[in-house]
């Protein structure tokens, strides 16, 4: 079975930095993996992703502040945040899209999410 474990979130004042790790577990053969959040009261919003580690796709608002990084032999994807801001906090959920076993099918799967808050 497949399993995303996120940690690293936490509270953090604004301007400072704070990074976020994803590690999957179990057969799987993953074509990307990414970070979504989710503040409440409000959907899910893409964060950032990435496939090789090299080459990456930002939100906007976070272009510029975050980095992610990929660990392929590791399964981990990692988000490293700088610049934080109050609007920066949510959950931060993690997403790989990816095959498990032998099968050929893509799946999304998904982190439990870790909290973030930014706040002085």
């Known amino acids: 079975q497949v399993q995303l474990v996120e940690s690293g979130g936490g509270l953090v004042q604004p301007g400072g930095s704070l990074g976020l790790s994803c590690a999957a577990s179990?057969?799987?053969?993953?074509?990307?993996m990414g970070w979504y959040r989710q503040a409440p009261g409000k959907p899910r919003e893409f964060v950032a992703a990435?496939?090789?580690?090299?080459?990456?796709n930002y939100a906007d608002f976070v272009k510029g502040r975050f980095t992610i990084a990929r660990d392929i032999a590791m399964n981990t994807a990692y988000l490293q945040m700088t610049n934080l801001k109050p609007e920066d906090t949510a959950v931060y959920y993690c997403?790989?899209?990816?095959?498990?076993?032998?099968?050929?099918?893509?799946?999304?799967?998904w982190g439990r999410g870790t909290q973030v808050t930014v706040s002085s």
């Open positions: 179990g057969s799987i053969r993953i074509n990307a």
């Open positions: 997403h790989a899209e990816g095959s498990p076993g032998d099968s050929t099918h893509i799946w999304d799967y």
């Open positions: 990435t496939t090789s580690g090299t080459n990456a």
